[in-house]
């Protein structure tokens, strides 16, 4: 398995690209999005300017052409016929005093305009049959303007085109001209020829009739379009009130070649195209720059991220580095978990815990594996040194035969007795390694049990103490007598061993089916409730001390008891009052042969 | 010289009791700890030899008890734990020795007669008082050449007043350091031995060596 660190850091960094990743996807689609807008608002925004610069040049372009075609009309009413006017003068109103040169103030008589409309017309048809123009001023007048066509009509067929025009003229619908409009205008697009599109103005312009009005006084309207004229003052009425007046009124058209409006707007619709494509380059350009930027901030934050997700894997494995070390500590003279609950975190505890309990134990196992060592290099070796000191004394000078007998039965007494704990030691020598076997053999166990008795009854007498037997005979069972044989010797032992004087130590056997029942009672000295359960291990000792008085028992009696018994299937269990006496009582499964056969109706 | 010997195995006690009377040595015994605390602290010991492996109190128990309380007494651990670890232990606990069993009886007493002489601070085995040599290791003793043999009480008489050479030694002391526990107190038991000792070393020799003080004890002459 991979170590914890790098996986976590691998997973880390996994993970913060792929947020970094998504976030970053993202912010540049939204991004994107808003930049696509603006484009497209930008794109409208130069379509709008695009629009509104043609639509103001045609305003201005209309309103020179008004100008114009105003120009046009003042230049106009000041050039009339005065011949055909003064054979009027003579033959009709002799009205009119006559200037010599050809070109005066029209001095219509306000009278010969409230007349009937024929004579008006006729008036102005026989004065003005041709319109004409002082060349030099229409030329200042005109320099520099727009239209490059015009044409005058008049109300009485007096007309004038300017050279531009050649054959071809403008027609006008007279019908669209309110008749009582002194001023009007209309702008329109027209077809002059197959090849040439102009646009016009038709000025209608009766003012002159009313004598001379400032030129400035003609509204500059902006607004072009059909019937914008502007009302003035009404007309004359004659008595009845019937508008019957004529209005002397010419028809002013001026007009310029659309190709060259054209021309203009195209250069607009090349410059929003232009602004366009700049637009979507700058676009472009800041697409790229926030790529870019994302990128930047993508790596500094991976970078970062990367930085922080090291130094947090550090932290949270810093617990684990501490346990490691504290474990790495411990060898086999010390045991200690060198490490305290404070320095690890809630995960690692039940760790340390385990790992402190099961230190504990083998400890433990340890400390008692010393001690037996101990303990049996005690029991073995004091008796040798009594025997060496003793044999050591009795070489040292020539001693009396006496002397020399006593030491030699002291020497045998002590071999007798190490033998019994070598033995003893070789005992659960086999027992802990399995190579004691049961050897099962048929015999009366209420026989075994009185030899048993019998066997310890001088021990008992010389200790004072009254040893008995109750229990039924004939207890016939197939189990192992040795090992019986040698539970019940250590058990009797034990409790003539450690009892007061005269007291009572009793041995019972009884049979349930399939089981007997073997309790050993004395009303001796009682167990600790604390050392009960601790009497059956090796070496121990209830009173820590070990008195050699009675060298025959070195604490393995007891153990190889409960060794004994659990080779034998059988339970066995400790009842004791300190002061008051024990009950070791063995639960043997053995069923009584007579039981067993009767069982297979035998 | 007395010593208290606390062990609880019966033949080895008994062993090294003899063994050590033979030496010259009076000889308490304990056999269970507490009973080993209440000799030690109530009677005046040149040496305790110690079983740490004692009923009721362990040996090491004992010994803290005893150098905590200020008891001066050499003391030599004798013990079956014979690890590294324990004879650290036990000396730095105040022992002065350690002897593993099982022992070779000669290594023992030479052990003994060491602290003992550790006790008097002598170096040398053998007393030497005017033409009087008294070898303690090989428990001889000779005046001006000739070998003078005494029985092992009146050698740790002679051994206890050469220790104290030039000093009163009184009757009580004698009694104190020379008798054991089972021994009569009987008041001229001391007188008695005074006079053996005379009769073997004063007797053919001059000057005298062992003088009286009326009133007080004996003294042996210092030089």
């Known amino acids: ?602 | 010289m007395k010593i208290l010997l606390v062990e609880d195995h019966k033949l080895l006690s008994r062993s090294l009791k003899q063994a050590l009377e033979e030496d010259g040595f009076a000889v308490d015994l304990a056999v269970a700890g507490d009973e080993a605390d209440a000799k030690a602290r109530g009677a005046i010991y040149d040496v305790v030899i110690l079983d740490l492996m004692l009923p009721k109190i362990d040996g090491l128990t004992l010994l803290k008890g005893w150098r905590k309380d200020g008891f001066t007494f050499h003391v030599l651990i004798l013990t079956a734990m014979g690890t590294l670890e324990d004879k650290v232990l036990g000396l730095n606990l105040g022992a002065d020795d350690y002897l593993p069993k099982p022992f070779e009886l000669t290594e023992f007493l030479a052990r003994v007669r060491a602290l003992v002489r550790r006790g008097h601070q002598a170096k040398d085995p053998i007393l030497r008082i005017h033409d009087l040599e008294i070898d303690t290791g090989a428990r001889s003793v000779r005046r001006a050449g000739k070998d003078i043999y005494l029985t092992p009480r009146e050698f740790s008489l002679l051994r206890f007043l050469c220790y104290h050479r030039g000093k009163v030694v009184t009757r009580s002391m004698v009694w104190e350091h020379l008798y054991d526990e089972n021994d009569d107190n009987t008041s001229n038991v001391v007188d008695v031995y005074i006079r053996y000792l005379r009769n073997k070393i004063d007797k053919n020799f001059t000057p005298p060596l062992i003088l009286t003080r009326w009133g007080e004890g004996y003294m042996i002459k210092g030089d």
């Open chain 1, 1 to 602: 398995m991979r170590s914890i660190r790098f996986s976590l850091t691998i997973c880390f960094l996994a993970l913060l690209a792929f947020s970094l990743g998504g976030a970053s996807l993202m912010a540049y689609r939204s991004a994107s999005r808003n930049l696509e807008g603006r484009l497209s608002i930008q794109k409208e925004l130069a379509q709008t300017t695009y629009k509104d610069r043609c639509r103001d040049e045609e305003n201005r372009l209309d309103d020179a052409l008004l100008f114009q075609a105003q120009t046009l009309a003042r230049l106009v009413q000041f050039h009339v016929d005065w011949g055909k006017l003064r054979f009027l003068e003579l033959h009709t109103l002799g009205l009119l005093t006559s200037p010599a040169n050809s070109s005066a103030y029209v001095q219509v008589p306000v009278w010969a305009l409230q007349g009937t409309r024929s004579f008006a017309v006729d008036l102005f048809r026989r004065a003005t049959p041709a319109i004409r123009f002082d060349p030099a001023e229409l030329l200042t007048r005109l320099d520099g303007q727009v239209a490059e066509f015009f044409q005058i009509d008049t109300a009485w067929n007096a007309s004038y085109k300017s050279n531009s025009l050649e054959a071809m003229s403008m027609e006008i619908n007279f019908a669209s001209f309110a008749p009582n409009e002194v001023f009007h205008w209309e702008y329109e697009d027209m077809q002059l020829s197959e090849s040439l599109k102009v646009r016009r103005v038709v000025l209608k312009a009766s003012r002159f009739l009313l004598g001379p009005t400032p030129l400035t006084a003609f509204p500059r309207n902006r607004n072009s379009g059909p019937n914008r004229g502007v009302e003035l003052p009404p007309p004359l009425r004659n008595n009845n009130g019937a508008d019957a007046s004529f209005r002397p009124a010419i028809f002013i058209q001026c007009a310029y070649d659309l190709a060259k409006r054209d021309a203009l707007f195209a250069s607009f619709a090349q410059q929003r195209d232009e602004d366009i494509l700049n637009f979507a380059s700058e676009h472009k350009k800041d697409l790229e720059g926030f790529r870019g930027m994302l990128a930047a901030i993508n790596l500094l934050t991976f970078l970062a991220g990367g930085g922080i997700c090291f130094w947090l894997v550090r932290l949270g494995l810093a617990p684990l580095n501490l346990l490691t070390v504290a474990v790495s500590r411990i060898n086999e003279k010390d045991f200690n978990l060198d490490i305290t609950d404070k320095q690890l975190p809630e995960e690692l505890k039940p760790i340390a815990i385990r790992l402190g309990l099961t230190l504990d134990q083998l400890k433990k196992a340890f400390a008692r594996e010393k001690q037996a060592t101990a303990d049996i290099s005690h029991e073995l070796r004091t008796p040798l040194s009594a025997m060496l000191a003793t044999l050591d004394l009795a070489l040292r000078k020539t001693r009396t035969v006496e002397e020399y007998r006593v030491m030699l039965e002291d020497c045998r007494e002590s071999c007798t007795n190490m033998h019994k704990d070598v033995e003893r030691l070789l005992t659960l020598a086999r027992l802990d390694a399995g190579a004691d076997p049961l050897r099962p053999e048929l015999f009366d166990l209420s026989h075994l049990a009185s030899d048993c008795v019998k066997m310890l009854s001088p021990l008992a007498q010389s200790k004072g103490i009254e040893l008995q037997f109750e229990g039924e005979p004939n207890l016939e069972i197939q189990s192992d007598p040795g090992k019986l044989k040698e539970i019940l010797v250590n058990l009797l032992h034990n409790a003539v061993q450690y009892n007061k004087p005269s007291g009572n130590v009793f041995l019972r056997l009884s049979s349930r089916p399939g089981s007997i029942i073997i309790e050993i009672e004395d009303n001796g000295i009682g167990i600790e409730a604390s050392k009960k359960n601790r009497i059956f291990e090796r070496f121990y000792r209830v009173d820590a001390s070990r008195s050699h008085g009675d060298s025959t028992n070195c604490g393995l009696g007891l153990a190889i008891v409960k060794g004994y018994a659990e080779l034998l299937g059988a339970g066995l269990e400790v009842t004791s009052e300190l002061g008051q006496g024990s009950i070791f009582k063995i639960d043997l499964p053995a069923p009584l042969i007579k039981e067993a056969y009767a069982a297979i109706g035998v």
